[in-house]
Every structure is written in structure tokens, then in C-alpha cells.
């Protein structure tokens, strides 16, 4: 599938810059290029989300790409390795991410922050008290509020980009580990 709207003409110096930054232009930004305000907003808010730095940073990128795989958004989970590898997170989990409950990699709390993640992707929501709990034990309110705007903002950037038609553009072609695919219904069905 190709983008939902043609590609926007960008000004050289943004083109120039996301090149400089990324090796080509993210399609996200050729897509939402034809409302400024919009492209400029998501912008912003992603670069502010980057910054904080209270809650871990592999536990948001995790998160992220779980979002990313529930959704279905290909362009997150590619965009997401690459950053990953770039942050010189641990690869190998960063690679399960989107078959998590099959993998022996994550630790109870990454795996508890994968279920949040994709509990606040569901919808309605399916957030407990328990799980919330959990997360609040060991991370604290602080870096749990982080989290949470963290993972709203990644349900955000995935729906905008899969609706669009934003896919990969094979950032993570350059990784030493490929991604693995997320089970099929039909898989979840017969392991059920």
C-alpha cells in the first residue's frame, strides 16, 4: 500500500535536515507535510517526548514499539529498532518486542510495561488496578505519568501513520538482528 495522500512538497531545508538526520525524509513528515501546523505539532510533541528522562529509556522504546506492533504500524517498529540499536539498547529484546509473550529476554517489569502498553492500545482501554500498581511499586508516580503520556503519544504517532498509509521505510535494514514478526491471529488462535 502506498501513502493515503500524495507526498508533500517539503522546503529543502527540512528535506536537507531530516536526510542529514535520517538518510532519506521520513514518510510520516512527507504525509503530514501538507498541514504544517500538524506536521509541526506532532513534531514538537515526539521531540518533548524524547527528552524526558525519568522513566527508562529502553522500558519507552519497548513500550512504543508494542504499540507499534498492536496497531500494525510497520514505520514505528522500523523507525524504533534503528533508534534503538542507535541508543545501544539491548537488540535482542528490542527484536521480540512484537512476540513478547513468547520470549524469555524481558524481566517481569518490562514485560509488565509491554502489557501496559498494549492495554492502553486496546480498544476501550483494559488497564487494571493491578497492573497500574505493579508499575507504580517499582517505578515510581513520576516515571509511571511519563510512561503513560509516553505510550498515548506513541498510539498517536501509529494511528495517524497507519491510517495515512505510512509503512516501513527500512530503517532497520541496517540492524544486526531482524525484527520478529508479530503471531498471526490464526497463531494466537491455536496456541489459545
Known sequence: MALRVPKA???AQLSESMIEQFG???EPLQATGHHPDVAQAGSEMGARVAAWNVADESLKTFAHMAVAAQVGCSW???INYFLAQNQ????TKASRVPRWRESEVFTPLERDVLEYAEAMTDTPPTVTDELSARLLDRLGP???VE???AI???NFSTRNNTALGVKSQGFSDACEIPLAARPAESDAAVTA
Not at 545501544?88 to 537488540?91: A, E, G, Q, S, Y
Open 9 to 11: 512538497e517539503l522546503t
Open 24 to 26: 532519506t525524509v521520513p
Open 76 to 78: 514505528c517498529l522500523d
Open 88 to 91: 545501544k539498547l539491548d537488540l
Open 142 to 144: 513520576a516515571a509511571l
Open 147 to 149: 510512561l503513560t503520556a
Open 152 to 154: 498515548a503519544f506513541a
